[in-house]
């Protein structure tokens, strides 16, 4: 079964640093671009970063740029993401999706798999 | 990166058709043939629907098509269902990054 699953949720301080994992099982991660989007409860999603299959491009949205880094360890099928700086509004469920195409080096949106999300909370 | 605009509710009846806009830009929908839809149903992970405007993916049912006119895209539900009621998104490249609509809710009364 293609899997994704989240974890390193928690509940940080503004200013505070956290890093999330997602680990996929059921296919080979290195052979798709992958994207974490976010939603804060009761909330629309928000397309964060997106990273090709081989390291070679990296993308953020402008309300994470420099404070956010995606990177990946395809050799234990592993996605993850550095977050720096928190805020507040950072507060929300963050989710590791797939892209559907093989390799392609356009990060495009197309999320055919999605993990079940882990929560993160920035609060003092 | 502004988001799309999506009406905020759409309702309709067992086996009625409904169509949910999504508006961009010239910098986004209007320029590429890169959206796609999801439909998220309450605590669970958003599902994919439609990519690249039109297409569905394996297992989607043809109940649900995908179309673009100049800046705005739009999803079609026929034969409504009751477990179409959900929340769906619109999305589209936007070149170095991608861009959700706010989403809208489909009641199904």
């Known amino acids: 079964e293609v899997q994704l699953v989240e974890s390193g949720g928690d509940l940080v301080q503004p200013g505070g640093s956290l890093r999330l994992s997602c680990a996929a099982s059921g296919f080979n991660l290195g052979d798709y671009a992958m994207h974490w989007v976010r939603q804060p409860p009761g909330k629309g999603l928000e397309w964060i970063s997106a990273?090709?299959?081989?390291?070679?491009?990296?993308d953020y949205a402008d309300s994470v740029k420099g404070r956010f880094t995606i990177s990946r360890d395809n050799a234990k099928n592993s996605l993850y993401l550095q977050m720096n700086s928190l805020r507040p509004e950072d507060t929300a469920f963050y989710y590791c999706?797939?892209?559907?195409?093989?390799?392609?080096?356009?990060?495009?949106?197309?999320?055919?798999?999605w993990g079940q999300g882990t929560m993160v909370t920035v609060s003092s | 990166q502004s988001a799309l605009t999506q009406p905020a509710s759409v309702s309709g009846s067992p086996g009625q058709s409904i169509t949910i806009s999504c508006t961009g830009t010239?910098?986004?929908?209007?320029?590429?043939?890169?959206v796609s839809w999801y439909q998220q149903h309450p605590d669970k992970a958003p599902k994919l629907l439609i990519y690249d405007v039109s297409n569905r993916p394996s297992g989607i049912s043809n109940r649900f098509s995908g179309s673009k006119s100049g800046n705005t895209a739009s999803l079609t539900i026929s034969g409504l269902q009751a477990g179409d009621e959900a929340d769906y998104y619109c999305?589209?490249?936007?070149?170095?990054?991608?861009?959700f609509g706010g989403g809208t809710k489909l009641t199904v009364l």
């Open positions: 010239s910098s986004d929908l209007g320029t590429y043939n890169y």
């Open positions: 990273i090709t299959w081989n390291s070679g491009t990296t």
């Open positions: 999305c589209s490249y936007a070149s170095s990054s991608s861009v």
């Open positions: 999706t797939k892209d559907m195409r093989l390799m392609w080096e356009i990060l495009v949106p197309v999320f055919d798999v």
